[in-house]
């Protein structure tokens, strides 16, 4: 039986196998926890193995985080910005990097994650396909026995992904705005906001790109006038198979190892032709949700 159907069966029956997490109730977290503010949204996040780049990316909201953390959100857990050491409920937990097999303490903070949360929202390539960890061989000096990862939905259920390496703060904010308006909006808003997150949670339902290779990138953005150029693929593809011509992306067939990353990471790849024609009332949405009361 292999590392990941051994950690997979383990989690069917690991109440015994795995230490609790949680410490002893009526902590200053627990307090915390009950004097969050009803009509908001508790999102957490939470940090496995990854640069960090999509933390990064969250804080680089600026303005837009402030207005987030004002009017929608309750920030219950986060390594980086709140200090809390029990993973607690959470309306949406962003989970940033991917899952060490080799790490327990990890496994069960996922899956614990996955119990308390309504929404699990796999942030950034790593969490969504392993993107470069799945080539990591270990040895890290201060972890050498750390040497398999996998993306998250290979343990979890995941309801979204958001992947790009690391995606952009505008992408992030627009995930949370739009959480708090399926969770918590009219009708309408919800409807809204259910469409534009449709393609995410299409791709959480199918990693379809850890099949993917050069020529889908090809067949479904390049061939249908999606790409821009940006140079994503060639520098995301790990054996050099993509180089940029012209200002557009040229593939070798033979090199391309059928990866997926050149997929994964281009920002054009989950475009969903159909929202389109919503795009300027999701757009008046989010602006509206992010001007000033
Ligand atoms: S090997 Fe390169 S071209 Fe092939 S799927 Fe992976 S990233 Fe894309
Ligand atoms: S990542 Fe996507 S949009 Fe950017 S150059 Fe490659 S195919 Fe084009």
Redesign the pocket.
């Known amino acids: 039986m292999g590392l990941l159907s051994s950690i997979k069966k383990g989690m069917g029956g690991e109440e015994q196998q795995m230490p609790p997490t949680s410490p002893p109730a009526q902590t200053e977290e627990a307090r915390r926890e009950e004097r969050a503010t009803p009509d908001r949204i508790r999102v957490g996040h939470v940090h496995l193995c990854g640069c960090t780049g999509c933390v990064v990316a969250l804080t680089d909201i600026y303005q837009g985080l402030f207005k987030v953390l004002d009017d929608y959100v309750d920030w219950v857990y986060g390594t980086t910005i709140a200090d809390v050491r029990r993973i607690p409920e959470m309306d949406v937990a962003l989970v940033e990097g991917a899952v060490c097999l080799q790490d327990h303490e990890q496994i069960q903070d996922l899956r614990t994650t996955r119990l308390q949360s309504k929404l699990v929202v796999a942030i950034g390539s790593c969490a969504c396909t392993g993107n470069i960890l799945r080539f990591s061989r270990g040895g890290q000096v201060n972890q050498p026995q750390h040497e398999s990862f996998a993306p998250i939905s290979d343990l979890v259920d995941v309801d979204v992904h958001i992947p790009t390496c690391a995606p952009t703060p505008q992408q992030i904010r627009n995930t949370i705005v739009m959480a708090y308006l399926l969770l918590k909006g009219t009708d309408d808003q919800k409807a809204l906001a259910g469409r534009w997150l449709k393609p995410m949670m299409d791709l959480a339902r199918t990693p379809f790109y850890q099949k993917a290779s050069f020529n889908t990138?090809m067949q479904e953005?390049?061939n249908q006038g999606?790409?821009?150029?940006?140079?994503?693929?060639?520098a995301?593809c790990p054996v050099r198979a993509?180089s940029?011509e012209f200002g557009?992306?040229n593939g070798t067939r033979d090199l391309c190892i059928n990866c997926g990353a050149?997929y994964a990471?281009?920002?054009?790849?989950f475009f969903d032709h159909d929202l389109m024609e919503q795009h300027e009332s999701i757009m008046e949405l989010i602006q509206g949700a992010m001007a000033p009361k």
């Open positions: 990138l953005v390049i999606l790409c821009m150029g940006c140079g994503t693929c060639a995301s993509i940029m557009k992306p050149c990471q281009c920002p054009r790849s």
